[in-house]
């Protein structure tokens, strides 16, 4: 049995060994990864040339290849990255939700943010050829970061209809369609995005998706009634 001094102890003799040599895979890809998002948000794709890449990373060219088979399949990762969020940064949206008392409000403030970012707009040509273009690398796209965003909306708003707060017969993936598209559509054709925007188009989309009290001889009051005299 190898105590925890002992292992420690080995573990200080390899990294010993190691000394400078070679990173280690994770360190690798972490490493090329940071250069990538660096590089698009200092200049955008022209920037982000694989041999840019190598050179900030530390990394040679065929080692970023055995990774990613394109430089477009690096960007796209890099995409997912900055779209996730960290740990951290999803946290503070799930408080954000609660202290704007919507996850409609929080994820219009949230599109805020992305779409300002540089690299996002330094990659939104790409996975918009990629998502329109039906390709493995848009696939991978909406599945490892559109879908489960969108489910985890989706589940959020369907705790707000469950106590009440929004109508029942309101499909939670438009309503979110409608805040991300009215942002994106601002930010292509260049009209302002701030958090007042974000804002405003979060309250239009709510005061439509309120729950509000149902008007006597609505089809709501009529199925109660009848319900009751059963």
């Known amino acids: 049995m190898v105590t925890e001094a002992a292992s420690s102890s080995a573990h200080g003799s390899t990294e010993k060994k190691r000394g400078r ?13 940071q250069a990538t998002i660096e590089l698009l948000t200092e200049g955008g794709l022209r920037a982000a040339t694989v041999d840019a890449i ?53 994820s219009a403030r949230n599109i805020r943010l992305l779409v300002e970012d540089r690299v996002f707009r330094a990659a939104f ?46 499909d939670p993936d438009l309503a979110f369609d409608l805040v991300n598209g009215a942002m994106l559509y601002r930010m292509l054709v260049g009209e302002p995005i701030d958090e007042g925007v974000a804002d405003a188009i979060a309250d239009l989309v709510l005061t439509g998706a309120a729950a509000r009290p149902a008007l006597p001889g609505s089809p709501e009051v009529t199925t109660q009634r009848s319900g009751s005299r059963t």
């Open 54 to 106: 190598a050179r900030r990373s530390g990394s040679a060219k065929t080692t970023i290849y055995r990774r990613w088979p394109s430089r477009d399949a690096l960007i796209l990762d890099a995409m997912r990255v900055v779209v996730r969020g960290t740990r951290p940064q999803v946290s503070a949206l799930h408080e954000l939700d609660r202290t704007l008392g919507s996850t409609v409000r929080g």
């Open 125 to 170: 040509p790409m996975i918009a050829h990629e998502l329109l273009s039906g390709t493995t690398l848009g696939e991978r796209f909406l599945t490892d970061v559109f879908r489960p965003i969108r489910a985890s909306l989706r589940e959020t708003l369907q705790d707000e209809i469950a106590r009440g707060e929004i109508r029942s017969d309101i």
């Open 21 to 33: 040599g070679r990173p280690r895979p994770a360190d690798t890809d972490q490493a090329v990864m």
